[in-house]
């Protein structure tokens, strides 16, 4: 038995709002249009897809996705040139051996972007 593809799921109470900050700040790619669920292509066979209800959290917790990556000054640079808010700035991590900072998409949810020191097997 072999798992093909990974998708995290992620409630929205603004799509729209959502779309933009994940097409056009973060640059993924649209898998998939559901009208009122959106997939978006993260990396291999990874995916996050945020679904539109009325009645999700206003501020939801308990949620951090994060984004693995060896340009994290390079992206957040980047972020920052788009008005994101920054929760913590980037920086090394002893105790997890990682370099991360965090910030804020649209929705409230907590984005990790992270280096690890050394390559996950």
Request: with cysteine; glycine share 6%.
């Amino acid at each position: 038995m072999t798992i093909s593809q990974q998708i995290t799921f992620l409630d929205t109470r603004d799509l729209r709002r959502t779309a933009e900050f994940y097409e056009r700040v973060l640059g993924l790619r649209l898998a998939r249009d559901q009208g009122t669920c959106r997939i978006y292509h993260v990396s291999g066979s990874s995916y996050v897809g945020f679904c539109e209800r009325v009645d999700a959290p206003p501020q939801p917790q308990g949620v951090v996705l994060t984004l693995v990556t060896d340009e994290v000054d390079r992206w957040c640079a980047h972020l920052k040139s788009h008005g994101v808010e920054f929760i913590k700035e980037p920086a090394e991590n002893p105790p997890y051996r990682i370099y991360n900072a965090f910030v804020r998409d649209p929705n409230g949810y907590v984005l990790e972007i992270q280096r690890f020191w050394e390559p996950l097997v």
